[in-house]
């Protein structure tokens, strides 16, 4: 059964900290891996996606992938309030849908 | 260009009532997913569609469920009759193969379903 573990949190940050959010899956087969953003009562938006092992950046957010420990990680710099979110990840095998997290809320103060 | 369109946004039933979810993915996207999210379950997928054909509905919670793809560009989600356990936000997403190996998913806004 392909699982995604995530901590429900709330993780909370103030303003300008780094936000760390972590996943770990089960299927070592999984070969891409997603972070989805949900703002309260909206819908999930894709912010990342990583397909290799190692670090991808995007502006303040940075993708982590570490394969042979089945882990990604998230790193969000100087939080904002607008980041405080619902953080879903979300694993896929190759011909396969994708499998989510429950997700984890962060909330960054002011 | 214009997103997922869902239809209504909030829909309010009484148990025992026919609901019927509406669901126009993005134009272009052979991929259309139909998923429920609830607080204790999370985000679960549905069923999903290729090019019009269901590939796979394991997810469907049981008969009372169902779900149509007449065209590319519209899909149903039936439920008859509605139970309260049916209360959710369900949510359709579409992608295509064209714009990468790896199917990232477009998410409609959603239509919340209330069943008293």
């Known amino acids: 059964q392909k699982e995604v573990e995530q901590n429900s949190g709330p993780l909370s940050v103030p303003e300008g900290a780094i936000a760390s959010l972590n996943c770990t899956y089960s299927d070592r087969g999984s070969q891409s891996f997603f972070w989805y953003r949900q703002y309260s009562g909206k819908s999930p938006e894709l912010i990342m996606s990583i397909y290799s092992n190692g670090d991808k950046e995007d502006g303040r957010f940075t993708a982590q992938l570490n394969k042979a420990s089945q882990y990604v990680s998230l790193l969000i710099r100087d939080s904002q309030p607008s980041d405080s979110a619902t953080y879903l990840c979300?694993?896929?095998?190759?011909?396969?849908?994708?499998?989510f997290g429950k997700g984890t809320m962060l909330l960054v103060s002011p | 260009d214009a997103g997922v369109i869902q239809s209504p946004r909030h829909e309010v039933t009484e148990m025992g009532q026919e609901v019927t979810l509406r669901c126009k993915p993005i134009?272009?996207?052979?991929?259309l997913f139909w998923y429920r999210q609830t607080m204790m379950r999370g985000l679960e997928l549905l069923i999903y569609f290729n090019n019009n054909v269901p590939i796979d509905d394991s997810g469907m919670p049981e008969d009372r469920f169902s779900a149509k793809m007449p065209n590319a560009s519209f899909s149903t989600l039936k439920i008859q009759p509605s139970e309260p356990r049916d209360s959710a936000v369900y949510f359709c997403?579409?992608?295509?193969?064209?714009?990468?190996?790896?199917?990232?998913?477009?998410f409609g806004p959603g239509t919340r379903l209330t069943v008293l």
């Open positions: 997403a579409s992608s295509s193969t064209g714009t990468s190996a790896y199917n990232e998913q477009f």
């Open positions: 134009s272009g996207h052979d991929y």
């Open positions: 979300a694993v896929k095998l190759r011909y396969s849908t994708l499998t």
